[in-house]
């Protein structure tokens, strides 16, 4: 097998002295490269493992062709679609030690897209000019790390080799990290948990509870992105068991909220055929940004101020129905029946009695939708407590336990 490296994605043609100091301060530091070009337009200035004609290949086009059409926006996305499959095909070789890109809005996406394709724990760096504005689009659900360039990746000057080396040293730490007998590796199973700030007393205490049994706990903030995350985990088959406490990004899906997963959500699990805990934390709200940014639409409904840049609105009762019908078609697919708890005393810190979500309706169709759709084999359990009693916490936390104890070997 081939030893790992460190594999450095760029425009050789127009950036190749940039990566070249890069790779050079990397092998003085005992990390191997590997060079894989994406330039289109001129011969690559430095010598790639991957000529961007294999790249292009990959995509489905040639370099004549993409130089023909002389469209830049084409040819960075043939070129973005190109380099993820040459990133399979580098990381099923397992040679992938660490990647990283640099560039402007091109060259950013374009290792943005091998990054995508990069299991979770693998060092990704980008060093990007874009990199102090909105990364969302290029880090997604991946443990990308981003390095703000100050300047412009075009050519070796004093302030560019100290952001290039350090670019390098943080690299090269991470690598040898990895590999280095000092982190220990356990044999603890991993569990994935949702939480929001109002199901956080839930949450905090089925996690101190799976703690004490000896689990190792993931907690994802269900803001969109963690949803996304988790699932990614289970996926990947890092994840081996869920507490899927807080379901909230659903009813932004539905909605229309910013805090949605996207329309896969709470299927991983299901598909893995891993033991899992489902419950209704949050339903009861629809997540905006500040009071201005609520569409116009809902400008009738319920709202609360969770902070001044977090505008909740409440669900309705039409929602919650198709709320229900949604969790029941998902988790209907599941290989083996999860578990379902629903407290009907309330789904957040704010849908109980007297406080400002209050729902006693939307809560009843919620419950029965749910529970008329689920497939009989699936365990529906009821409470008369809010999701926030500890009793519920522990009801919970057990009903995982014995999951695990039944399923994980």
Known sequence: ?????????????????????????????????????????????????????????????????????????????????????????????????????????????????????VPIGIPKLLVSTVASGNTRPYVGVKDVTMM??????????????????????????????????????????????TMFGVTTPCVTKVREILEEQGYDILV??????????????????????????????????LVGGIFTAGPTRLEAAGKAGIPQVVSVGALDMVNFGTPDSVPVQFKNRKFYQHNPTTTLMRTTTDENRKLGEIIAIKLNQAIIPPIVIFPKGGVSLIDQEGQAFEGVEQREVLYSTLKENLRPDIPFIETEKDINDESVAELIASKLLSSLRETVK
């Open 1 to 117: 097998m081939e030893s790992k490296k460190v594999i450095l994605i760029g425009s050789f043609d127009t950036k190749g002295t940039e990566f070249e100091f890069v790779k050079d301060t990397l092998e003085r530091l005992g990390i191997e490269t590997y060079l894989v070009d994406i330039g289109v337009l001129n011969t690559p200035q430095i010598q790639p493992d991957i000529p961007s004609s294999e790249v292009a290949k990959l995509a489905g086009t040639t370099l004549e062709v993409l130089r023909q059409d002389n469209d830049r926006g084409k040819a960075v996305s043939a070129m973005a679609e190109g380099v993820a499959k040459v990133m399979e095909q580098l990381i099923h070789k397992g040679i992938v030690a660490g990647v990283i890109g640099m560039g402007g809005t091109a060259g950013t996406t374009v290792g943005a897209s091998a990054m995508k394709v």
């Open 220 to 253: 994802f903030h269900a803001t969109g992105t963690g949803g996304l995350a988790m699932e990614e985990l289970i996926d990947g088959g890092f994840i081996k068991a869920v507490a899927d406490i807080t379901t909230t990004e659903l009813a932004d899906e």
């Open 148 to 193: 703000y360039s100050v300047i412009d990746i075009a050519g070796i000057n004093k302030l560019s080799s100290r952001i290039l080396s350090n670019a390098a040293y943080a690299m090269a730490g991470m690598v040898k990290g990895i590999y280095s007998e000092s982190i220990e590796q356990d044999d603890k199973i991993t569990i994935g948990m």
